[in-house]
């Protein structure tokens, strides 16, 4: 059985969502991008989600055969395995936590940004295509229905884009304080100015 979700690999919801379906008699069985597989069977186990480098998955599969595997864009994976919290091979992996949701909302903010741009320009080129027509009522009501589309398209994919980077950047915030790790965060500068002042007499 396949089963189509949006989850960040790895993530709390994703693995709630995994042992909702164990529950149900369904085992993961494979991930490939946003499609899980999944085999039916009485004695579905719950899965844990545990982040890795990609030399450590290579070592660890063939020893702890895990459901499932997913490696990110470098040398960062996802292992899905049966193994109990005392089992884990990685006790700590805020570390690469912090890498994923970092990169997570990242490539929320890129898709925020590249909607808004693609739908802006559409508006754009509709706007340029009807100034070379002959003015009617028929074109002025389309254009206008058109752009009022187009604003609310754009108006749809902030609130959805900017609702993925919040909840990616309130991890990443809880997770540097957990690990220390604030490399590439923004931290406030203070200036302080020295003016020269007339001494007192």
Not at 18 to 26: E, I, M, V
Not at 77 to 102: G, K
């Amino acid at each position: 059985m396949q089963k189509h979700r949006f989850y960040l690999k790895g993530s709390a919801a994703e693995v709630a969502w995994l042992n909702r379906q164990a529950d149900a008699g369904y085992q993961l069985a494979a991930i490939h991008g946003c499609t899980y597989q999944f085999e039916a069977t009485p004695t579905a186990k719950h899965v844990v989600a545990e982040y890795l480098p990609k030399t450590t998955l290579d070592l660890m599969t063939p020893v702890f055969k895990p459901f499932a595997t997913h490696v990110f864009h470098d040398d960062l994976a996802v292992v899905y395995s049966p193994v109990t919290p005392e089992q884990r091979v990685v006790n700590d992996d805020a570390q690469y936590r912090l890498a994923a949701y970092r990169h997570a909302r990242d490539v929320a903010l890129n898709w925020l940004n590249g909607w808004v741009l693609a739908i802006w320009l559409l508006m754009s080129a509709a706007i340029v295509l009807s100034s070379q027509l002959q003015a009617t009522p028929l074109l002025t009501r389309i254009l206008l229905t058109s752009l009022g589309l187009g604003a609310a398209l754009i108006v749809l994919g902030i609130v959805i884009g900017a609702r993925a980077a919040l909840r990616c950047h309130r991890k990443v915030c809880r997770l540097i304080q957990v690990t220390g790790d604030d490399q590439d965060t923004w931290k406030p500068t203070f200036h302080v100015l020295f003016k020269h002042q007339a001494s007192r007499r």
